[in-house]
Structure formats: structure tokens, C-alpha cells
Nanobody, 117 residues
């Protein structure tokens, strides 16, 4: 079982920045795709960004494109989400997830991000 732990969430004013981290333990991350999801109150969970094992394949949701940056350090077994120019609509619980097949099966507990206006 792969264990994922997020950190770096908090309260920030609109226009500010936060950097989220997700560190894995329990088994190797070799070959795994990683992603950040978020869920805001009253809304469905959405994929924010994803990154392949080699960091060659990277994708972003349209709502965060140009503002967020996903990266990974396979030696540290950590995935990052740099969030810039944050907006109130970015307020959500952010989760990291891992997959080696078609579905993300391993999930972290989530970290709260709150952006005030």
C-alpha cells in the first residue's frame, strides 16, 4: 500500500502563493503517474494537474493553467504543486493521488487551501 501525505496548505490572500507537497512512503513510486485533485464545498472533485513518472507528460485544468505548476522529485518521492496568483475560487481541499494503471487508487488525506478576498 502506498501512503501519501500532503502538506503546505493554509490561508492566503488573493494574489498570493502557496506550495503544496505530497510525500510517498510504503512502496516504490517507480512508474507511477501522480496528480493533484481538489474539492470545493458543494462541488465535485476535479483534477487540477497530473505528471508522469518521467515528468514528460504534464497536464493542467483550464482553470489553473498558467498559474499552477506541478513537479516531482523521484529521489525524495515527493510531488509538488506551486500555486501562484491564487483566487478565492481556488479554495478547496487539495488531494494528491497515484496510479500505475487506469485509475488513481492511492490517495492522501488532503490539505485545506483557503484564499480570502
Amino acid at each position: 500500500q502506498l501512503q501519501l501525505v500532503e502538506s503546505g496548505g493554509g490561508l492566503v490572500q488573493a494574489g498570493g502563493s502557496l506550495r503544496l507537497s505530497c510525500t510517498a512512503s510504503g512502496r516504490t513510486l517507480s512508474g507511477y503517474h501522480m496528480a493533484w485533485f481538489r474539492q470545493a464545498p458543494g462541488k465535485e472533485r476535479e483534477e487540477v494537474a497530473s505528471i508522469s513518472w518521467t515528468s514528460i507528460l504534464i497536464s493542467y485544468a483550464d482553470s489553473v493553467k498558467g498559474r499552477f505548476d506541478i513537479s516531482r522529485d523521484n529521489v525524495k518521492k515527493t510531488v509538488y504543486l506551486q500555486m501562484n496568483n491564487l483566487k478565492p475560487e481556488d479554495t478547496a481541499v487539495y488531494y494528491c493521488a497515484a496510479r500505475s494503471g487506469d485509475e488513481y487508487r492511492d490517495w492522501g488525506q488532503g490539505t485545506q487551501v483557503t484564499v480570502s478576498s
